[in-house]
């Protein structure tokens, strides 16, 4: 059974950082491009970060230079490093295949208060 399961988040002021892990069980990461998601109350889901198999990474202009993605295939997870956070980055995070998705995770809280 595929299984993608996020952890790391939690609450932290602004300005704090986090790291979010995203460990994947039933499938290998190593061959696909990953991402990582979220989504705030009320809004859609959107795409923050991505990583290609060979370590190109992709950022949404909102996190640009202080969210990092990375990726270790030997530990088949991916994850995201987030600094200088703000209360707009509030959401649950999840990670999934940037490309044909698998199914989605339970996700990971992440609240940054003001």
């Known amino acids: 059974q595929v299984q993608l399961v996020e952890s790391g988040g939690g609450l932290v002021q602004a300005g704090g950082s986090l790291r979010l892990s995203c460990a994947a069980s039933g499938t290998s990461l190593s061959v696909n491009a990953m991402a990582w998601y979220r989504q705030a109350p009320g809004k859609q889901r959107e795409l923050v970060a991505s990583?290609?198999?060979?370590?190109?990474?992709d950022y949404a202009d909102s996190v640009k230079g202080r969210f990092t993605i990375s990726r270790d295939n030997a530990k088949n997870t991916v994850y995201l490093e987030m600094n200088s956070l703000k209360p707009e980055d509030t959401a649950v995070y999840y990670c999934n295949k940037l490309v044909y998705r698998l199914s989605w995770g339970q996700g990971t809280q992440v609240t940054v208060s003001s």
């Open positions: 990583i290609s198999s060979g370590g190109i990474t």
